[in-house]
């Protein structure tokens, strides 16, 4: 279990693919969901990518001083304690949201006293498993409509079109 490091792919600063506005986006390595037809099946990979301090990712975030944050991957739920340390450390110590995409479903974290350590910190969490079958190109940041957009905190509660507006069970 690591705590100050994150096994990531890549960041991607000021991006607007991965959330609304300028973005940056912490690519990590490591998923078990396995998804058919994921959009990125090269960060399956449980020892992929390459170590980062989560001091070194905060510098990162911090520096840009108009990009909001995203944990995507990967699942960043398979490195939760890390995550936490970083979403943690960029709540105490800036004004930005952060949006995270997981396979995991809001249900299933809540259920996990270990990975709903991380979902005090999110903004905005962007659930469940793609499903490849039901893939829809028309819907923002998600690629199936089982996907939720859940707003964790009322910063980030603009309607986005065709997605679900879901209240969480706090």
Known sequence: MET????????LEQTMADGPGLRTSI??????????????????NMDGGHWVTVDDLFEVVRADEFSN?????????????????LARRIKEETAKTIWCWTGFTYEQILADPRLSMLLP????????PFIQ????????????????????????????PGTVQTLPLR
């Open 69 to 85: 944050v995203t944990f995507s991957g990967g699942d960043p739920f398979y490195q939760v304690e890390a995550f936490t340390a």
């Open 133 to 160: 079958e039901q893939r829809d190109t028309q819907l923002l940041f998600r690629g199936s409509p089982n996907q939720r957009i859940i707003y964790l905190t009322p910063r980030e509660d603009d309607y986005i």
């Open 121 to 128: 910190y999110l903004d905005v969490l962007v659930d469940g």
């Open 27 to 44: 690519y990590c390595a490591g998923c078990k969901h396995h998804c058919p037809g994921c959009h990125n099946p090269q960060s399956w």
């Open 4 to 11: 100050d490091r994150i096994r990531i792919l890549e960041v």
